[in-house]
């Protein structure tokens, strides 16, 4: 069996972070039956795929708000 590392992430997801793999699967490379030995808890951070969905939500709103806001060449079209 391989080593895993469970880490939970502040947003409530976990993913399994493998800290060794055992010799049948560097022979194989096929997945075995996984041995969570460590437990770590990432209070500050969110999942990748949290991540990329808050990017998703807010990215584009985000810019195109600053780029209203900070370009007189749009708040001159919008003033028309
Ligand atoms: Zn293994
Ligand atoms: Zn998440």
Redesign the pocket.
């Known amino acids: 069996?391989?080593n895993f590392t469970q880490r939970e992430y502040s947003c409530g997801h976990y993913r399994w972070i493998a800290s060794q793999?055992?010799?049948?699967?560097t022979l194989t490379h096929k997945?075995?039956?996984?041995?969570v030995t460590d437990w770590e808890y990432k209070a500050e951070v969110i999942c990748g795929e949290c991540k990329a969905k808050a990017r998703a939500l807010h990215g584009p709103y985000v810019a195109w708000e600053g780029m209203i806001k900070r370009s007189p060449l749009i708040e001159r079209l919008l003033a028309l």
């Open positions: 069996m391989c793999w055992c010799r049948e699967y997945r075995c039956q996984p041995d």
